[in-house]
């Protein structure tokens, strides 16, 4: 039995060979896709582009403006007169913010309450269609002009910004000290680039058969159904660890993601992953019948299972129905497994329930490619 595996193992890296350039593309461009995405990442958002019209140009408003332009969140594209240029402006996409300051406002900082037709009011605009961009933009705003409107109060009651000191809380951060985004975006890209280099390799398995005409040899050849799934299976799971290697020194080396877990761990879990979704890229390629067919199926499937990873969207915000959808994908549990053994250093003893749902799903897949291997390709 050995034999017939290892021969049918020869055979798949002789595709491999011939086609040298599918995994030399997978590897090199997961690697370069990661990077590119933990760089556009691990930087803090800077720099938007605010307009502003100051109708009041007075102490009061250039003091706010002062204030923003310091920031290094906002730079000032430029100064306008009128409500219709910041309109356009953020029609044409050439801003993120706006501030828009209405005349009399300094009078109405320094009216006595009595006095006052009206509260001082700003108007900031932002932004929303990219959402954190806008996000990040209101946060700021938000912080510099509280901040100034406390300074005005405290100065028409007399008092310095020490006389209401109190207590400060000691806010601790861990896993992410510096609450970088790369060290949430890249062991997610991580598992999803794994994710659709197995599901493609496997996919092509039988499919690749089909298409040139010697699926019927294979056929007549006497191999069991077992045989077959673990001699086309061997370079996938070879260039899915070897992948799997990859992504994980570039996100290391790269971008400072820690490794606080055990390696020994990672190894083992990292090929149990690999094997379950060699077996959902065998089901594929059983029924895809061109390898056209089957790139496609291994988009469809890539995209679906994006959704109920937790990357675009908290599984938790989703509704219940969802919520139970997405335990059923091995990418959800993969990518919770990973992010808290590389962050968090986390062992068994805290792993063991997605480690037994990937358990369990692997074995109804594997399953099913056994039971059906033989009856599709028939």
Known sequence: MLKRI????????LHLRHNWWLPAFMLIGGAVELLAVGWATARPITNLPLMILDQDRSAASRAIVENLEESDTFAIDSYVTTVAAIEDAFREGTISAALMIPQGFENRLEADVGEMEGRPTLDFWVDGTESMAGETAVREAQEIIQQYAQEVVLGRMGLEVEALAGFEPNLTVRYNEDLSAALYT????????LEWTVLLFAALAFSRERELGTLEQLLVMPFSSFELIVGKSIPAVVIGLADFWLLLAVIHFAFGVPVRGSLVLL?????G???VELGKGLIISLFSRTQHQAFLLVLLVGMIDFMFTGFAAPVESMPRILQGIARLVPAYHWLTILRKLLLKGAGLDVLWVNVAALGVLGLVIGLFA?????????
Do not use: G
């Open 370 to 378: 056994l039971l059906y291997i033989r009856r599709v390709l028939d």
């Open 186 to 193: 890249t062991p997610a890209e991580l598992a999803l680039i």
């Open 6 to 13: 290892w021969s049918l193992a020869i055979k798949e890296f």
């Open 273 to 275: 992953y690999v094997m």
């Open 267 to 271: 190894f083992f879990l990292a090929l």
